[in-house]
C-alpha cells in the first residue's frame, strides 16, 4: 500500500510542491484502512470463515474508490494566474462604458474563463460552474429571442435553470464535488454490519437533508421564478386582444370592473341603459362584483379614463395592460402561493417540500389561464386550498368559511361542494351516534350557522333589494339557457358529440336533468367511501373524482373549468404521483386550442417540460418508490404491476402534444373546419373518464382490503 502511495505520488510532486503532501496523506490513510481491515478479518475469521473474503473485497473496493478521490484535480497556482489573466479585460470593459450589456458580456467571459482555466474539465468534477455557465448562456441569447419575437421562449431557460438548480447546484453536487474524504472512520461500521453493498460514492439528496434555515431561500426563489414566469407573460397576448368588439376576457374584467365602481350595487346584474348584459354582462357571484368594485377604484384612482363609463370600452393602452396584469400576479401569489407555501411546509410527511412545492406552484395550466388568457380563477382555487388545509385539519368553522368564499367567487367551485359537505357531516356525527347525539347534533349547527352567516354576509346587499333581485342574480350565476357547453371542450358530451347528440333529442330541461343524472352516478362510490371513512386521504381522492364527473357531465361546461379538477389532482402528488401527474400533464394540453385563440402557441414548451419534470420525477422510478412507501402489501402489489405502464403514460403524453403540434400547424379540411379541436377533445375525454374510472375502482379497493384484509393459508411444510 504505501509503495502504491510513492506510486500516486510520483507524476504529481513535479507538477507542485503542494501534490506532494496530499498524495502522502493518501498513503497513510490506505495503510490505515488496510489494518483496520486486516483486524477485522483476524477477529472475525475464527467465527465466519466467509468473512475473510468479503473483507477482503471492502479493502480492494475503497482502495479503488480512494485512488478515484486521488485522481480528482484541484486548482493550482498557475491556473489561478489563466483565469485572472483571461478575466482582466472583461473586467476592463465595465469601466468603459458601464452599460447593462457590457456587465452582461463580462459575466460570460469571466464565467468562461474560470471554467476554462480554473479546473480540469473532467466528468463529475465541477457540475455547480457549469450548469452556472450554461444558464448564462441562455439568457445572453434572450435578446436575440425578443428580435425574432419570440418572448415566451424564457420559459426554457428559466425551467432548466430551475433544474440545474434542483440536481447540481443543491446537494447532488455537494457529493459529487467535494474535498477527499477520510474513509478510515467509516470503514469500520460498513465492515461489522456486513453490508454486500458499498457506500455509493455519490448519490441525490432531497429535501429531507436540507437545513432548516434554507427555508425561506427555497421559498423566496420558487417565488422569483414564479414572478419572472408572470411577468414574461406580459409580451404575450390575452384573451380577445386586437379583436373588437368583445376583445374577449381581459375586456370583460375591466368591464365589470367599470360597472361596479360607476353603477349601484342594485343596477350590477340588472338590463339598464347604462349596463347592456350581452356586453360583457356580469355573471359571477357577488365575490366578484365587490373584487371588481375595488379594483375600478383603484383603477380610477391612478387613470379614470381606464373605468369611465361608457367610453373605456375596449381599451388597450400598455398602462392599462400592465395594471391588468398586476391585478392577476398579487392575488396569485397572496393567496394562492401562500395556500400552497403552508401546506407544503408545515406537512411533516412531506420529505421532498421544495419539489412539492414547485410542482404546485408552477403548474402551467393555472399560470396560462391567469396571466396569458387572463381571468382570476386563482382567488377561487387559493381560497378552496385554504378551505382544505382547514378542513383536514378539523378546523371546520373556518374551513367552512373559506369555502363559501370560493363559492360565492366563481360558482364553479361547487365542483368541490359534495366532498366537502360529505366530509363535514362524516366528521359531525360522532360514534357511538346514539350515546353521542347532542354533541353530533351541536357540530352539525355550529357548520350551519357558520355557512349561513357567511352567506347572509355577503348577499345582504341584494337581499335587501327583495327575492325578486336576488332571482334575477341568481338567472345570471347559472346560465342554463347557454347549452351543454361552450366552444371545444374535453368533456362527454362533446368529446363525443359525433356519436351522441343530446340537442336533436330532448330539451333544455331534460338535458339538464340527464347530466345531473350522470354526475351523481359517477361521483357516488367515492361520497360513499368518504361518508364511511372521513379521512384526509378519502377527501383528496374524492374531491378529484367528484370534479371529474362534473367536468365530465355536468350541464354547461368551460374549457377553464379543468382546473377545479387540477388542483384536487396536485393534492394527490404523495398519494398517487404517478396518476395524478399523468392527469396534470393532460390536462394542460387540453387547453391549448385556448392558447391559440389568445396567440401564445409557445405555451406548449412550458407544457412540454412540465410534462417532462413530472415523467422524470413522479412517473419513474422515485414516484413509483415513494408511492409503494406509502402503501401496505396488498397495495403494493396491486401498484407493482403498474410500473410497465410508465413507458404507456409517456405515449399517452407525447399523443397529446403531437394533437398540439397539429392543431397548431395543420390546416384542417374545409368541410371539417373544427376537425382538430374536436379531435383534441376525444382524445383528452377518453383518458379523463379512464382516470375517473380508476380512481373509483381504486379507492373502493384500498378500503375494502383495508377493513377486509385477504387469508392467507399457510400450508404446512411436507417432512
Known amino acids: 500500500m504505501v509503495a502504491a502511495g510513492s506510486h500516486f505520488q510520483v507524476p504529481h510532486v513535479s507538477q507542485h510542491p503542494q501534490a506532494a503532501v496530499q498524495q502522502e496523506n493518501y498513503a497513510q490513510r490506505h495503510t490505515q484502512m488496510v489494518a483496520a481491515g486486516s483486524q477485522v478479518q483476524v477477529t472475525r475469521v475464527g467465527q465466519n470463515p466467509q468473512m475473510a473474503v468479503e473483507q477482503q473485497n471492502y479493502a480492494q473496493r475503497y482502495t479503488q474508490m480512494a485512488a478515484d478521490d486521488a485522481s480528482v484535480p484541484h486548482m493550482a497556482p498557475r491556473h489561478t494566474l489563466c483565469v485572472l489573466a483571461a478575466s482582466a479585460r472583461p473586467l476592463m470593459v465595465l469601466f468603459l462604458p458601464p ?18 482555466f480554473g479546473y480540469q474539465v473532467q466528468e463529475k468534477s465541477i457540475p455547480f460552474q457549469t450548469t452556472w455557465f450554461l444558464s448564462l448562456t441562455n439568457t445572453s441569447m434572450y435578446s436575440l429571442c425578443l428580435k425574432d419575437g419570440n418572448p415566451l421562449l424564457v420559459f426554457l431557460f428559466v425551467v432548466h435553470a430551475l433544474n440545474c438548480h434542483m440536481f447540481y447546484q443543491r446537494g447532488y453536487r455537494m457529493c459529487m464535488q467535494r474535498k477527499p474524504p477520510d474513509r478510515t472512520a467509516a470503514f469500520q461500521p460498513y465492515a461489522q454490519k456486513l453490508d454486500t453493498k458499498p457506500p455509493q460514492k455519490s448519490s441525490i439528496r432531497w429535501d429531507a437533508n436540507r437545513p432548516k434555515e434554507s427555508i425561506l431561500g427555497e421559498i423566496l426563489l420558487l417565488v422569483s421564478i414564479l414572478l419572472f414566469v408572470q411577468f414574461a407573460l406580459t409580451s404575450g397576448g390575452h384573451s380577445g386582444y386586437r379583436k373588437p368588439p368583445m376583445h374577449g376576457d381581459f375586456e370583460a374584467q375591466r368591464h365589470w370592473m367599470e360597472i361596479t365602481w360607476n353603477l349601484p350595487v342594485s343596477q350590477w346584474y340588472v338590463q339598464t341603459p347604462d349596463n347592456d348584459l350581452q356586453y360583457w354582462g356580469l355573471d359571477y ?56 407555501f403552508y401546506l407544503a411546509y408545515t406537512d411533516r410527511s412531506l420529505e421532498t417540500k421544495f419539489l412539492t412545492s414547485a410542482t404546485l406552484l408552477l403548474y402551467p395550466g393555472l399560470i396560462a389561464m391567469d396571466n396569458a388568457h387572463f381571468q382570476y380563477n386563482s382567488i377561487s382555487l387559493g381560497l378552496f386550498l385554504w378551505a382544505y388545509i382547514c378542513v383536514a385539519w378539523d378546523r371546520m368553522v373556518f374551513g367552512s368559511i373559506f369555502f363559501v368564499l370560493g363559492v360565492n367567487y366563481k360558482q364553479m367551485e361547487l365542483y368541490h361542494s359534495l366532498p366537502i359537505f360529505v366530509y363535514i357531516l362524516a366528521r359531525s356525527l360522532k360514534k357511538p351516534l346514539v350515546l353521542r347525539a347532542t354533541e353530533s347534533l351541536l357540530c352539525l349547527l355550529k357548520a350551519a350557522v357558520t355557512v349561513s352567516i357567511t352567506f347572509a354576509i355577503l348577499w345582504a346587499p341584494f337581499l335587501l333589494q327583495g327575492a325578486d333581485h336576488v332571482l334575477l342574480v341568481l338567472r345570471r350565476i347559472f346560465p342554463f339557457y347557454r347549452g351543454m357547453f361552450e366552444d371545444k371542450v374535453a368533456n362527454f358530451w362533446c368529446g363525443f358529440s359525433f356519436a351522441i347528440k343530446l340537442n336533436g333529442y330532448f330539451d333544455a330541461e331534460t338535458q339538464i336533468r340527464i347530466s345531473i343524472l350522470f354526475v351523481l352516478i359517477a361521483s357516488a362510490p367515492s361520497l360513499v367511501v368518504l361518508f364511511l371513512r ?37 393534492l394527490l402528488l404523495h398519494d398517487l404521483p404517478f396518476q395524478a401527474t399523468w392527469l396534470l400533464s393532460l390536462t394542460n394540453t387540453s387547453l391549448y386550442s385556448l392558447c391559440l385563440k389568445d396567440g401564445n402557441p409557445l405555451l406548449v414548451f412550458l407544457f412540454a417540460v412540465y410534462a417532462l419534470n413530472c415523467h422524470m420525477f413522479y412517473q419513474r422510478g422515485y414516484g413509483m418508490k415513494m408511492f409503494t412507501e406509502r402503501l401496505g402489501a396488498v397495495q403494493g402489489e396491486f401498484l407493482r404491476s403498474l410500473v410497465p405502464m410508465t413507458w404507456l403514460a409517456a405515449a399517452s403524453q407525447l399523443g397529446a402534444f ?25 382524445y383528452h375525454c377518453c383518458h379523463f373518464i379512464a382516470l375517473l374510472l380508476f380512481l373509483n375502482y381504486f379507492l373502493v379497493y384500498t378500503e375494502w382490503t383495508r377493513r377486509f384484509p385477504p387469508v392467507v393459508v399457510r400450508r404446512k411444510k411436507q417432512e
Open 99 to 116: 452599460l447593462p450589456r457590457n456587465l452582461r458580456d463580462s459575466l460570460l467571459a469571466v464565467a468562461l474563463s474560470f471554467f476554462l
Open 285 to 340: 357571484p357577488p365575490l366578484t362584483a365587490y373584487h371588481s368594485y375595488l379594483m375600478g377604484a383603484i383603477a380610477h384612482r391612478i387613470n379614470g379614463s381606464w373605468v369611465s363609463l361608457g367610453h373605456s370600452r375596449g381599451i388597450e393602452t400598455p398602462e392599462h395592460r400592465l395594471f391588468m396584469r398586476f391585478t392577476a400576479i398579487v392575488p396569485f401569489v397572496l393567496i394562492y402561493a401562500s395556500a400552497v
Open 534 to 570: 372521513p379521512s384526509p386521504k378519502n377527501l383528496r381522492f374524492s374531491l378529484l373524482a367528484v370534479a371529474l364527473s362534473f367536468f365530465l357531465f355536468s350541464y354547461q361546461v368551460h374549457e377553464k373549468s379543468i382546473l377545479l379538477a387540477a388542483i384536487p389532482a396536485l
Open 658 to 682: 403531437l394533437l398540439c403540434l397539429l392543431e397548431a400547424v395543420a390546416v384542417p379540411p374545409a368541410h371539417l373546419p373544427h376537425l382538430f379541436p374536436l379531435l383534441s377533445a376525444f
